[in-house]
């Protein structure tokens, strides 16, 4: 049981440059979530889904585009890269509340570092 | 959304119990204390959750106040690999569909 696998592990991006992160998840579950994480700080909602098909914003989703064309994958876009971008970005997934088991398991995460 | 206060840091020494508390003084009824960890250089992982009742599994204990105001996550023997920082959240029933995370509490486990 993989659970939840983010792809690249670890990316250098030029400043303006694009890329996507990947999130999937093997667990059937409805939400998932894009967070950032900066040196010595804590998790920071970017953007997150309630279900296939829909996406909603976080504390902080300027700069980001996300999609969910299927519902074990949620995408994380970088259209522009800017160097405050640089982070460690998380993935999470869970069942919606009232189900039997609502914790959410989370992705090794994706250092990405804008130059 | 109802808030939640750590400690910014604690320290414990190694194969002693460790309590690290969380006041949610707004906390609503149908909301669960949720908590979890994160790892040097990992994502977070889950460690326990509870409503009203204390809840013990094989990471930790849950300690619930009866007013449902401040709870207690309970290490019961810290071991080095207990060195994380650890987050107490609020999570609903029903609606509220983010998950977000406060500070936590810093936990330095000393040999």
């Known amino acids: 049981n993989a659970g939840v696998t983010q792809t690249p592990k670890f990316r250098v991006l030029k400043t303006g440059q694009s890329m996507t992160l990947l999130c999937a998840q093997d667990m059937n579950h409805e939400y998932m979530y894009w967070y950032r994480q900066d040196p010595g700080m804590g998790l920071r909602l970017i953007h997150y889904?309630?279900?296939?098909?829909?996406?909603a914003k976080g504390e902080v989703p300027d700069g980001y585009n996300v999609s969910r064309l299927k519902k074990q994958n949620f995408l994380l876009g970088l259209e522009s890269a800017a160097p405050s971008q640089t982070s460690v970005y998380f993935c999470?997934?869970?069942?919606?509340?009232?189900?039997?088991?609502?914790?959410?398991?989370f992705g090794q995460g994706t250092r990405l570092t804008v130059v | 959304d109802a808030k939640t206060t750590q400690p910014n840091s604690m320290e414990s020494n190694e194969e002693e119990p460790v309590h690290l508390p969380c006041n949610h003084s707004t906390i609503s009824g149908t909301d669960y204390i949720h908590w979890y960890r994160q790892l040097p250089s990992q994502g977070p992982e889950y460690v326990i959750h509870?409503?009203?009742s204390n809840v013990n599994n094989r990471m930790a204990s849950l300690a619930i106040a009866e007013d449902r105001k401040s709870s207690t996550l309970i290490l019961h023997r810290a071991t080095l690999r207990d060195a994380a920082v650890y987050y107490c959240?609020?999570?609903?029933?029903?609606?509220?569909?983010?998950?977000?995370f406060g500070t936590g509490t810093r936990l330095t486990i000393i040999p």
């Open positions: 999470a997934s869970r069942n919606p509340p009232g189900g039997k088991t609502t914790e959410a398991f």
């Open positions: 959240i609020l999570l609903p029933n029903f609606g509220n569909e983010k998950l977000t």
């Open positions: 509870g409503l009203t």
């Open positions: 889904s309630v279900g296939e098909g829909t996406t």
